[in-house]
């Protein structure tokens, strides 16, 4: 079975694109702090990278900032890639489900490329809703 949960902080701003058939991709880092110390005492940290898709990909891009505090489950895949170099390979976590950890100072956010600050509740419901007009759910 090929499944894990991280806890850590992104290590830079979500990316959000669009693969050529239209599916909605996110890709972010995650650093995650090892539970032991070595023999110096000093804390190791693994970074690993997340990718998101479809209606996921659309709140991390929006919602995943540099420092985000996140909880991501999902499944580990191996991709391979050609570069200039020749034949690499990547392990990502495939995002199924995120939580946000952080708490905001009386509910707000600021956007990290405007400098406005947002109300975070009320973008995110709107964005909800958005979402759920663009389906037909029976409730």
């Given at each position: ?18 693969t050529?058939?239209g ?11 090892r539970n032991?110390?070595?023999s110096?005492?000093?804390?190791k940290?693994?970074f ?10 659309e709140?991390?891009?929006?919602y ?7 909880c ?10 050609e ?7 990547v ?9 946000f950890?952080d708490?905001?100072?009386?509910d707000?956010?600021?956007?990290a490329e ?26």
């Open positions: 079975m090929n499944k894990s949960l991280l806890i850590g902080y992104a290590t830079r701003n979500a990316t959000l694109t669009e050529s058939s599916v909605k991709v996110s890709r972010f880092n995650i650093a995650v702090n032991y110390t070595d110096n005492g000093e804390r940290t693994d690993f990278p997340v990718v998101a898709f479809r209606s996921l990909a709140i991390v891009g929006r995943v900032h540099k420092g985000s505090r996140i991501v489950s999902g499944s580990f895949e191996c991709r391979k890639y570069d200039s170099d020749g034949v690499k390979a392990i990502e976590l495939i995002a199924q489900d995120v939580e950890l708490k905001r100072k009386d707000e956010q600021t956007d405007s400098g406005q600050v947002k109300n975070s509740k009320q973008d995110f419901q709107s964005f909800v809703d958005e979402l759920a007009d663009s389906y037909d759910i029976p409730f």
